[in-house]
């Protein structure tokens, strides 16, 4: 894990990582070559909203080569720090560079052909046909008076054929589900072919299959040597990733490797605890056996709970994460043979109701 620990035991802002470490640890396995190209560098970045710091001196990397996923807590700001870095929003004080050069002083078309955003709640006319609505994924290449030719047509179904909405090709936008919509949105980031892709909580209204999907789409393409950074809330698929960013308050207070004890500990401890992490017995990259969880500043260690069966959704997952049960609230009836965990000691059972 990159964080460390700062004096008196907080934790100390992590260093940005430099291309050849990024290049060591995630190789593109792909092609055989390695990410050594850093896509954006962001350096203390800090924004005030509302009077609240939301997002508190963060400074990172973002190689091609390698997916990340950045994770945290409700209001940890990693939203807003997404945001930042696609140069949505100026920060109070920091810096972003996209391949080496201010993020302000690309001109518009020229950043979006290097950077496509996903956002939260995708805008688009609900009155265009969904292949209308991925061609415009093609626009920073064509330009406003440019016409599509048959190279962008072949880009354009071949992004819908990723995503699994070409059968919705002819249907208007505002006639889809949910789930409907947000397949074609990522159509549409896919359409770009920009090295780096930021999406802000892609897997929103996709049921699991298709998150899946979604998944081994993004890995596809960082492998190929894209840049790849996701706000994820499912951290079993967030833990898929090559990386994790992992944010408490504004401030990043891990970055590694999802297999990375240091770092789990951490996102266990961000979560207040109320989950385990165990590899996925379907996975061979996790192993088959997972030592506890220990958490140094806490002084406890977290038992996994029972790994539940695997799903679909979950068969490709390195790790699963399992609901933990909260110590003084226990379910009614208590299950005699779970063990529930303090958390200021180890596994103990329920008292006796006699």
């Known amino acids: ?3 460390g620990h700062a004096r008196g035991g907080s934790p100390a802002r992590p260093a940005p990582a430099s291309a050849e470490a990024a290049a060591d ?55 807003t720090l997404l945001g930042l870095l696609a140069g949505l929003q100026r920060p109070g004080a920091g810096t972003v560079a996209l391949d080496g050069r ?11 052909v290097r950077l496509a955003w996903l ?22 290449r064509l330009g406003l008076l440019g016409s599509p030719g048959p190279a962008d047509d072949a880009v354009v179904a071949a992004a819908m054929a990723e995503t699994e909405c070409t059968a919705l090709a002819q249907r208007r936008l505002s006639a889809l589900s949910g789930g409907e919509r947000q397949r074609v949105l990522l159509a549409r980031l896919l ?31 960082a492998r190929a040597g894209a840049a790849v950074a996701a706000v994820l809330h499912d951290l079993t698929l967030a ?24 770092v789990q500990a951490r996102l266990v401890s961000v979560f ?8 996925n017995p379907q996975s061979e990259v996790a192993g088959a056996s997972f030592a506890a969880t220990t958490s140094a500043a806490a002084g406890s260690v977290t038992t996994p709970a029972p790994t539940p069966a695997p799903t679909p959704a979950t068969t490709a997952c390195r790790w699963l994460v399992v609901p933990q049960l909260a110590w003084g609230v226990p379910p009614s009836p208590w299950p005699p043979s779970s063990p ?15």
């Not at 302000?104 to 979006?112: L, N, S, V």
């Not at 207040?272 to 590899?279: E, L, Y």
């Not at 529930?340 to 596994?347: F, I, L, N, Q, R």
């Open 340 to 354: 529930c965990v303090p958390a200021d000691g180890p596994p103990m059972r329920p008292p006796s109701a006699g």
């Open 191 to 221: 359409a770009v072919q920009a090295p780096l892709l930021l999406l802000d909580e892609p897997t929103t209204h996709l049921d699991p299959p298709h998150q899946l999907a979604l998944m081994r789409s993004l890995l596809g393409r």
């Open 25 to 79: 640890r995630y190789p593109d396995a792909a092609t055989g070559t390695t990410a050594t190209a850093v896509r954006l560098q962001a350096r203390g970045l800090t924004l005030d909203l509302g009077g609240r710091r939301v997002v508190d001196d963060v400074s990172l990397t973002l190689c091609g080569g390698e997916s990340v996923a950045i994770v945290g807590p409700n209001g940890a700001g990693k939203s």
């Open 239 to 262: 833990l898929m990733c090559d990386r994790l960013l992992v944010l408490e308050a504004g401030r990043l207070v891990a970055d590694g490797a999802p297999a990375d004890p240091a």
């Open 119 to 140: 956002a939260q709640q995708g805008e688009a006319s609900g009155e265009l046909a969904a292949r209308d609505v991925v061609m415009l994924g093609r626009l920073p």
């Open 272 to 279: 207040r605890h109320a989950f385990a992490i165990v590899p």
């Open 102 to 112: 201010p993020l302000p002083d690309w001109p518009a078309r020229e950043r979006a």
């Open 1 to 3: 894990m990159r964080a």
